[in-house]
């Protein structure tokens, strides 16, 4: 006599060393965005407008110091972590236009 056996395996309890889902989406979306809307690279300032405002840098915007203004983007400094943005991230941009 030949029998199989079809069980169905209950999941795994949650491991409770982790966060919930709940933690980890809200971890997530604590971070604010930075969006990078456009780019001026002349030969005196660099400017650049993030989150809608005007930066140069040294400047801050939403909790992050403006590190560097380039053709390639926009480096923060964001918590002690380095972050570039770039046009190329934002919809509708596809070249970077120099002041010169």
């Not at 989406?25 to 660099?46: E, H």
């Not at 992050?64 to 053709?71: E, G, M, N, P, R």
Request: net charge positive; with cysteine.
């Amino acid at each position: 006599m030949l029998c199989s056996w079809h069980g169905i395996a209950e999941p795994l309890p949650a491991d409770p060393t982790r966060p919930s889902v709940a933690a980890q989406l809200s971890a997530v979306s604590d971070k604010p965005a930075y969006n990078l809307s456009w780019l001026r690279i002349g030969s005196i300032t660099k400017m650049a407008v993030v989150n809608g405002k005007r930066v140069q840098v040294g400047d801050e915007v939403d909790g992050a110091k403006v590190l560097s203004i380039a053709h390639k983007g926009v480096t923060l400094d964001v918590g002690s972590q380095e972050q570039l943005i770039s046009l190329a991230e934002t919809k509708g941009f596809s070249k970077v236009k120099s002041g010169k």
